[in-house]
């Protein structure tokens, strides 16, 4: 267990709709990552947060959003879904206090969306 | 820009074999290597992770890995496999600049272990 803990574990929705990924880090964890995997694309960094702010921005489309809220917590948001939306989408946590670059992640379980 | 890129997305071997897993880096400044593991239905855990002190990195399990800068190179090795070592073996590099710690991580190999 690293953690990190991820809700909801699946996700299954229709085109179109909107979803929201929720992510706890690790206790004192203070750098939320977002990652997106599928089988095509592999992992892919979405975006980082450090301490609230937003720190480094991936390849994540303009209809996803995140946030990272005062108690640290992160969510993902995925609007207009569409059918290649769906993958395991990975919350990881790590110190961040140096900023990161060196920094151990700790993933969580991930969530499985599933668009129909 | 960095990369890292994986040489086989299937490596299989008997158990009590060497395990080697390759991975081969792109980066203009001296990178930051790691070596992940996923296990089927399972987030990523960290085995190693090479920050520019020692060459040769001991992690977890019974795996290490050596940085060779000449070949820039970061294999991931085991004397012996177990069963229990059939997973996804994902090599990354750090990205970011100091104060980011965005991960680029390669295709990925799955590792079966047969008895």
Redesign the interface.
């Known amino acids: 267990d690293?953690g990190?803990t991820q809700t909801p574990k699946h996700l299954i929705t229709a085109t179109g709709q909107r979803v929201t990924l929720r992510c706890s880090p690790r206790s004192g964890d203070l750098?939320v990552?977002w990652?997106q995997q599928s089988l095509d694309q592999?992992?892919?960094?979405l975006i980082?947060y450090?301490n609230g702010e937003e720190?480094?921005k991936?390849n994540i489309l303009e209809r996803f959003s995140a946030q990272q809220f005062p108690d640290l917590h992160s969510e993902l948001n995925l609007s207009s879904l569409e059918l290649g939306d769906s993958a395991l989408y990975?919350c990881?946590s790590?110190p961040?206090a140096?900023?990161?670059?060196?920094?151990?992640?700790?993933?969580?379980?991930?969530t499985r969306l599933t668009v129909l | 820009a960095q990369s890292v890129t994986q040489l086989g997305s299937h490596v299989s071997v008997s158990e009590g074999a060497l395990v080697l897993l390759r991975c081969n880096y792109s980066s203009s400044v001296p990178p930051y290597l790691f070596w992940y593991v996923q296990y089927p239905n399972q987030g990523l855990q960290l085995l190693l992770k090479y920050t520019s002190a020692a060459t040769l990195v001991k992690g977890i399990n019974g795996f290490e890995a050596e940085f060779k800068k000449s070949e820039t190179s970061f294999h991931l090795t085991k004397p012996s496999a177990h069963m229990s070592d059939a997973a996804e073996y994902f090599c990354a590099v750090s990205a970011g600049s100091g104060n980011t710690g965005k991960l680029i991580f390669g295709q990925g190999t799955t590792l079966q272990v047969k008895p």
Do not use: K, M
Request: proline share 3%.
């Open positions: 690293s990190v750098s990552y990652y592999g992992l892919q960094f980082q450090y720190r480094a991936g990975f990881a790590s961040g140096s900023g990161g670059v060196t920094d151990t992640q700790y993933f969580g379980p991930g």
